[in-house]
């Protein structure tokens, strides 16, 4: 049977940025769920995985073959304040290589104490690592750049929260672990060349093709920037809320990272926040776009000693980009919300309608999902805004709009079809699945509710049952690091 061989190529990276670590073993693994379409497009040793071998490595009692585990280094801004953090219950089994050449981290969270622990215990409770592959997996149907979970093993242990939890390991996908919390982390505590060492493997890791540019740390800034600017407008489309947008949680390549108390939100207001630590909103969900640009403002701070060696050059060369960040965010998300409804064309044409539609959903305190799901089944009257002030004058200019363009309403049906989900991992249905799991050992809900959302376009009959907003007011619903 083939096994578990992995790669290590962090471990080329200066020694700083990472720390060995020893196996924590826990008592009882047993797999609870294994991602088996993850495992096949990866080519992974499947059949392995799931012996007691493999089930072993993926609970963190036993190495691949491959070297030395690490944990890494990183600091970080969190709620705009700076400290040093680092992989505290996390370790890299080690890197694959996928069989279309990319090379993956395969990473264990909850997997017990590392060197970066500070006073926590390194350990993490089933419920949450479960949420974790729920939610990423979901953002991955919807098409958003996100690491991947590839399973889940009970470790027999409990956890101690604010009461006794089941643990367990969840083994996650990137296509690296690599922060602009690395970054500030070695331009804060390492030398120029160490920091070159990390700009050098990252743009050759995620950003090759800058190898040859002129000044390829000022590019790497420009790419960084827009996979944000993507990666920010995705979320917006389907209102997905990070939560914690710390800088430690920001991943270089541009992927969605860390998935604690994120939740997609139900009734459309910007102002929405789950999250119980974000006392002041600071990462609400019409705040994200703003945030990653603070959070972009602090990657390139790190960059400046590449960027140019007189200090004032470099600034302003970093500052042109950063100045372009609110207008490339505008331009790409009028973009998308023309998609939202059909339209091509100038999209500084349609902001008004754009924008009109959001005030009255806003007013209404509509469903974000249903909302544009009615639309592009072309059932207005299932909107909560149908028969209000203001909304019959909207439909008609939408209508007069979308014969005004260069497509066929076909075209533009299918375009909305492929931009507003069906359904979303809602808040309720994620809980019930979880408690089902937890409580009662049963994964048949999860399983189910993974299976609706691999493709969240579908519009099928086996979707219908998962497109209720909960009953109760959602914006109750809080959601908690899961530490
Ligand atoms: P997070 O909020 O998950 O992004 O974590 C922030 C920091 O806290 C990271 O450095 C984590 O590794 C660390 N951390 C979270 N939970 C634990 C835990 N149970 N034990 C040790 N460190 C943890
Ligand atoms: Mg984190």
Redesign the pocket.
């Known amino acids: 049977m083939r096994k578990l061989k992995l790669e290590n190529s962090y471990k080329n990276l200066p020694s700083k940025l990472y720390s060995e670590v020893k196996l924590n073993p826990v008592r009882l693994p047993e797999l609870k769920v294994f991602n088996y379409a993850l495992a096949t497009e990866m080519g992974l040793p499947i059949d392995f995985l799931q012996s007691e071998a493999g089930v072993s490595i993926l609970a963190g009692n036993a190495s691949p073959e491959g070297g030395p585990l690490i944990s890494q280094a990183y600091a970080g801004h969190q709620f705009g304040s700076f400290t040093m953090?680092?992989?505290?219950?996390?370790m890299l089994l080690g890197e694959h290589i996928t069989p279309h050449g990319q090379l993956v981290d395969i990473q264990l969270k909850g997997s017990g104490?590392t060197p970066?622990?500070?006073g926590?215990?390194?350990?993490?409770a089933l419920g949450p690592m479960l949420r974790e592959y729920i939610i990423s997996e979901a953002m991955h149907g919807l098409g958003i750049p996100t690491t991947r979970s590839l399973s889940v093993v009970s470790t027999g242990e409990a956890v101690i929260r604010e009461k006794m939890l089941a643990g367990a390991v969840l083994a996650r996908v990137a296509s690296s672990h690599i922060r602009v919390g690395t970054f500030e982390f070695i331009a804060r505590w390492g030398t120029p060349e160490e920091l070159k060492a990390l700009a050098d493997y990252t743009i050759k890791r995620h950003y090759p093709q800058l190898d040859n540019e002129e000044n390829p740390y000022l590019s790497l800034l420009r790419e960084v920037v827009r996979r944000q600017v993507e990666l920010i407008v995705k979320w917006e489309n389907v209102g997905f809320i990070h939560g914690?947008m710390?800088t430690?949680?920001m991943s270089i390549s541009g992927e969605t990272i860390?998935y604690?108390p994120c939740a997609f939100m139900d009734t459309f207001n910007p102002m929405t926040v789950f999250s119980s630590i974000d006392t002041n909103g600071r990462y609400a969900f019409g705040r994200q776009r703003h945030i990653a640009g603070w959070n972009l403002a602090r990657f390139a701070e790190t960059l400046l000693p590449l960027i140019d060696k007189e200090s004032s050059k470099a600034l302003q060369l970093a500052q042109d980009i950063l100045s372009q960040y609110g207008n490339q965010h505008r331009k790409r998300w009028l973009v998308q919300m023309q998609s939202k409804l059909g339209l091509v064309g100038d999209p500084s044409e349609d902001e008004v309608l754009i924008n009109d539609l959001l005030d009255l959903m806003l007013k209404e305190k509509s469903d974000y999902t249903n909302t544009f799901r009615a639309l592009t089944l072309n059932q207005p009257k299932e909107t909560n805004l149908y028969g209000t002030e203001g909304f019959e004058k909207w439909y008609d200019s939408w209508q007069n709009r979308l014969e005004r363009q260069s497509i066929s309403r076909n075209e533009s049906d299918k375009m909305m079809r492929s931009t507003n989900p069906s359904i979303i991992p809602r808040n309720h249905q994620v809980e019930a699945a979880l408690e089902s799991a937890v409580k009662n050992n049963d994964y048949t809900i999860i399983e189910q509710l993974n299976k609706a959302l691999v493709d969240p376009y579908a519009y099928s009959k086996d979707q219908i049952s998962y497109v209720d907003p909960p009953s109760t007011n959602g914006l109750q619903y809080r959601t908690y690091?899961g530490?």
């Open positions: 953090l680092g992989d505290g219950r996390a104490k970066y622990s500070r926590g215990d390194g350990r993490a914690v710390n430690d949680n860390d604690g690091c530490t």
